[in-house]
């Protein structure tokens, strides 16, 4: 009976000893990536033709992750201009005092197949709208990104998401003319 217990003992420990060694086998085969953050696109942005009167600054912003990297405060008629590496996700908001902020959502992720030879270029323009018309609007569409930008494979470009867009300022300009 005593040898029966002592070898029921032993079989568990022998088990218990090759489960490590498994998952410490496992653990080993584990093969690190390096991810590629080169620098791959220029984001550029500026007012529209249709903010003739604002006059003053404005500050643009620059998210990485949701973390605060970049900062420019500008003359109204100035563009903004940022470097974004590859394989990241970007915010960028842009904001004028009594006006509702703007931001915009950049994907870099760019397939690694994709040779780059010289940066991509996108441009953003943009107005903004009296703070005094936000009671009109749903407080996430005030909050959510105007723009969805990333990379499209087809056009060898960054674009944005134009039916993302249009729904949203569809939404809006109906809270705007019928009350939502």
């Known amino acids: 009976m005593k040898t029966r217990g002592l070898s029921f003992k032993f079989a568990c420990m022998v088990i218990l000893a090759f489960s490590f060694v498994k998952v410490h086998a496992q653990t080993d085969k584990k093969k690190s990536t390096v991810i590629d953050t080169s620098e791959c696109l220029e984001f550029t942005g500026s007012f529209d033709g249709t903010v003739k009167d604002f006059d003053g600054t404005y500050t643009a912003k620059l998210y990485l992750d949701n ?10 008629k100035k563009k903004f201009a940022f470097l974004l590496n590859k394989n990241s996700l970007y915010t960028v908001r842009v904001e004028k005092d009594g006006y509702i902020p703007k931001t915009v959502s950049i994907n870099t992720n760019i397939p690694d197949k994709v040779e780059i030879t010289d940066l991509y270029r996108f441009h953003f323009e943009t107005n903004l709208l009296s703070n005094d018309l936000s009671v009109h609007f749903d407080d996430d569409d005030i909050d959510f990104p105007v723009a969805l930008v990333n990379y499209g494979k ?3 470009c960054f674009e944005f998401n134009k039916e993302y867009t ?3 300022i569809h939404r809006m300009v109906n809270d705007l003319m019928f009350g939502g």
């Open 166 to 168: 249009e729904s949203l």
């Open 67 to 76: 973390k605060l990297i970049a900062s420019q405060v500008l003359k109204v």
């Open 154 to 156: 087809r056009c060898d």
